[in-house]
């Protein structure tokens, strides 16, 4: 008799669900604690979901044409990606920058990288996200810099920076501190933006990338939330109000092809967010239990064969985000398992999602497979699977222990390889991989990075170095030098570096002289 078939998490799926499957039906309303069915009453009857494509390539210039383009198409939204360099640090002239300037999203190396970037963009009236996580707060200071620029207020500013340096530990690896000064900065982020740009979400606790590095869907939830309480637990410690911080906090999470386990996983997320902060750091704002959260549908899961079969991948990911209850949405493009998107497939992926608010029905009702016995016996499942991987991370001490333990990373690498070997031994099927296999569709074209970026982006930064008043950058370091060898907040003398037209790689390169660099285990 052939093997029970059972989820990525472990669930055994019956062949039919009924009441005796679910301890006991969660009967709270859509916008009522514990917020399983959603965090407003109406959800997308009063407003749809965010529709964001997240993009970035070659110069400030090239990203900012792609993005007036996406908006012409009806995006709500901004997201940034950002070059391997500007992740961790580098000038675009740094030898250890070479052949990576442009290349996985846009070079920027300073204000006026950004100010290009964001050009004819009103940026009080649309929400930017940035995934940037080392260097958030520099990135961040250089919009907040913009914004002066242009007479906006920093109030009116709203957006995210991921922020979220745990899961770079974890499974991504684009860290540039050890553990504890990299914390330091997160954790004071959260209390400058919380202070100065409140609409701001100081961080976003992304279990996108746990999921890419081949966790479970109950991993994930597991190991994003205990990466959200730990920030909260730094929080508190630096002696903020977990209802001054938490409100703001923000989640990112990844939508896999298995349409109803996702459903499920958006609602267990949701209810045990719920009863952390209720109970673990006894917040009284109902807007601190609020779990939101942005979701892109899994890279991992797009294929280099076939690739056209990638849009209805994305299909069936988007549509569970959005019946998961999801607060933004970004749908990958079909041609992404071979390269950049172009902008007939950024169009596509964003088409994607207005045809399922326009034309699906499913938004009209909030939580619409509330109540499905098999939806409600995975939720619970779920959640108790998450419970049972977060008390064992606290019986490790914490997640930043756990890390230093490998006790995520090894799960993730468990399950990643037990994914990978049920694919090659075929129980794990794959369309156009190992099952219904023929001639790889062509694609009629690629998103290409002209080399000469890298050659302009250095001849810009080198222009702007020599261009500037020498003092004023001098003077802004040795500030920030002070502090970061203090321990009070370091947000006001980044932004202050920014204004004195210092780059990423100066201002990272004066915090690592004081915090050293991280190279792993």
């Excluded at 939330?225 to 929080?235: F, K, P, Q, T, V």
Aim: charged share 20%.
């Amino acid at each position: 008799m052939a093997k029970p078939p059972r989820t990525s998490s472990g669930i055994e799926v019956k062949d039919v669900y009924g009441p005796q499957d679910v301890a006991a039906i969660d009967r709270s309303l859509p916008g009522e604690f514990p917020f399983t069915r959603g965090i407003h009453a109406s959800m997308y009857r009063g407003k749809l979901w965010t529709m964001r494509q997240y993009a970035g390539f070659g110069s400030a210039r090239d990203t900012n044409a792609r993005y007036h383009y996406l908006i012409k198409q009806g995006i709500t939204g901004l997201s940034v990606a950002f070059d391997l360099p500007t992740q961790m640090g580098r000038d675009p002239d740094h030898g250890l920058s070479r052949g990576e300037v442009g290349r996985v999203g846009v070079s920027i190396a300073s204000v006026d990288d950004m100010d290009v970037l964001l050009a004819g963009i009103p940026l009080q009236d649309v929400s930017i996200s940035m995934t940037i996580n080392s260097t958030a707060s520099i990135l961040l200071a250089f919009l907040l810099v913009v914004a002066e620029r242009r007479g906006v207020p920093w109030a009116s500013l709203r957006g995210t920076t991921q922020n979220d340096i745990l899961k770079e530990y974890i499974a991504r690896g684009t860290y540039i501190f050890p553990p504890k000064p990299a914390m330091r900065l997160v954790t004071d982020l959260l209390e400058f933006c919380s202070k100065e740009v409140p609409q701001w979400n100081g961080i976003s606790v992304s279990g996108y990338h746990i999921r890419e590095a081949g966790s479970t869907a109950e991993q994930e939830v597991a190991f994003t939330l205990a990466n959200g309480i730990a920030y909260l637990e730094a929080a508190v410690a630096r002696g903020l109000a977990v209802d001054a911080i938490a409100p703001r906090v923000a989640f990112f999470f990844n939508c896999h092809n298995n349409f109803l386990e996702e459903i499920s996983k958006f609602r267990a997320a949701r209810r045990l967010w719920a009863s952390i902060v209720s109970e673990r750091f006894k917040a009284k704002d109902p807007r601190s239990l609020m779990l939101r959260f942005h979701t892109q549908t899994a890279g991992s899961s797009l294929t280099a064969q076939q690739p056209h079969n990638n849009i209805v991948r994305t299909t069936i990911q988007a549509l569970a985000a959005v019946m998961g209850g999801t607060q933004s949405l970004h749908t990958n493009g079909f041609d992404e398992a071979l390269g950049l998107p172009t902008e007939e497939s950024a169009r596509i992926a964003l088409r994607t999602q207005q045809i399922i608010a326009e034309e699906s029905g499913v938004a009209w009702s909030a939580d619409p497979l509330g109540g499905s016995f098999l939806v409600e016996s995975w939720t619970d499942a779920i959640e108790q699977g998450a419970r049972r991987r977060i008390a064992a991370i606290d019986a490790l001490g914490g997640m930043l222990k756990a890390i230093g333990q490998g006790y995520p990373q090894g799960e993730i690498e468990n399950s990643s390889y037990e994914f990978q070997q049920a694919v090659e031994s075929g129980e794990q099927r794959v369309v156009g991989v190992n099952a219904f296999r023929e001639g790889d569709e062509p694609v009629a074209k690629l998103q290409a990075i002209d080399p000469a970026v890298e050659r302009e982006q250095g001849d810009r930064v080198r222009s702007l170095r020599s261009g500037r008043a020498a003092e004023p950058v001098k003077s802004a370091l040795s500030a920030l030098a002070q502090a970061a060898n203090g321990d009070g907040g370091l947000a006001p003398q980044i932004v202050n570096c920014a204004r004195a037209g210092c780059t990423v790689g100066e201002i990272s390169d004066e915090l690592r002289k004081v915090f050293g660099e991280h190279h792993g285990a």
